[in-house]
């Protein structure tokens, strides 16, 4: 394992390679991968993904990953450690640096949204135009445009949030979606009992005020994004079905199974099964609106 720091709050810098210099890497610190050329695949976290030229990627603290290289990739790596996430003055964003950390549960390309894809691509272009060119207040600039693309991973990772949440909902109930995500493999952290305890509020108020606000009971809301990190997992990973309901808390992989079929119709191995083959050649920006 090679573990990799940054000397700066924020750096920005470009490679061209046809093979990964670094296997099974890990950081402490955020990256924002943008792919200008090249085909190939990402492994994040026992995850394996296609990637291609367009595509941006978020790595968080911790994550282990590597790079399997099909054909020759250019690379603009911006990265950024979460001190700066959490002292920096953003004007709207609440909890930004657990949105960001949303990304890892969902590993791939951050973007959904067509506009704000083409507006990654005009930032990316400036910060390689400034690289090049340097002069006075030129970090000044790059900051600014790092800023504007931490901003724009942001409100395309809050699309991928489940449930109806957003950026102006109440404060309190962002900080209980993001109790459950930091604890969605731990079942025991995720009760309404344990969850009222850790905010001071009793079950019955939780039940009814968490449902105001998200439109959803609170056990949909948990049920919901377990089912999303499942499907991913059978998508990106080889794990097998018992080690997939160890990760998610099950007792085992019948009971994990039962949970899964009652969600979306289908066993775990049929949906594996009916998944498609990961191709780095046609794979595209997803869900784009």
């Known amino acids: 394992m090679v573990k ?18 670094l296997s099974n890497r890990q950081y402490s610190f955020f990256e924002m991968v943008y792919l200008i050329s090249g085909r190939g695949f990402v492994n994040i976290n026992g995850n394996r993904m296609a990637y291609r030229d367009g595509n941006l990627l ?26 700066y996430i959490r002292n920096y003055p953003w004007k709207s964003i609440h909890h930004l640096e657990c949105l960001l950390f949303y990304a890892t549960k969902l590993s791939g390309c951050v973007m959904r949204c067509k506009e704000d894809s083409l507006l990654v691509e005009k930032i990316v272009d400036s910060l390689l135009f400034g690289m090049k ?11 600014n445009l790092v800023n504007a693309l931490i901003v724009i991973a942001a409100r395309n990772i809050a699309k991928l949030r489940p449930g109806n949440v957003r950026d102006n909902t109440d404060k309190r109930i962002l900080e ?18 344990a969850i009222g305890d850790t905010f001071g509020i009793s ?3 939780l039940g009814v005020y968490f449902k105001k606000q998200c439109g ?19 998508k990106f990973s080889d794990l097998r079905i018992n080690e997939l309901a160890d990760e998610f808390g099950f007792a085992d992989g019948s009971h994990l199974n039962k949970f899964f079929k009652k969600q979306k119709g289908i066993s775990l191995s049929g949906y594996r099964q009916a998944l498609p083959r990961l191709d780095p050649g046609s794979i595209r920006t997803p869900n784009l609106h």
């Open 4 to 21: 990799q720091n940054i000397h700066q709050a924020v750096e920005v810098a470009y490679l061209k390679t046809d093979h990964c210099p």
């Open 58 to 83: 978020l790595l968080t603290p911790n994550d282990h990953h590597h790079y399997e290289i099909v054909v020759e990739t250019e690379f603009l790596l911006i990265r950024f450690s979460d001190s």
């Open 133 to 143: 060119l340097g002069g006075v207040y030129q970090q000044d600039l790059d900051m």
């Open 176 to 193: 209980i979606i993001n109790h459950i995500e930091r604890n969605i493999f731990i079942p025991e952290q995720l009760t309404a009992a």
């Open 203 to 205: 079950q019955t108020y």
């Open 216 to 234: 959803e009971t609170l056990q949909q809301f948990i049920s919901g994004y377990r089912i999303r990190l499942i499907e991913w997992r059978l």
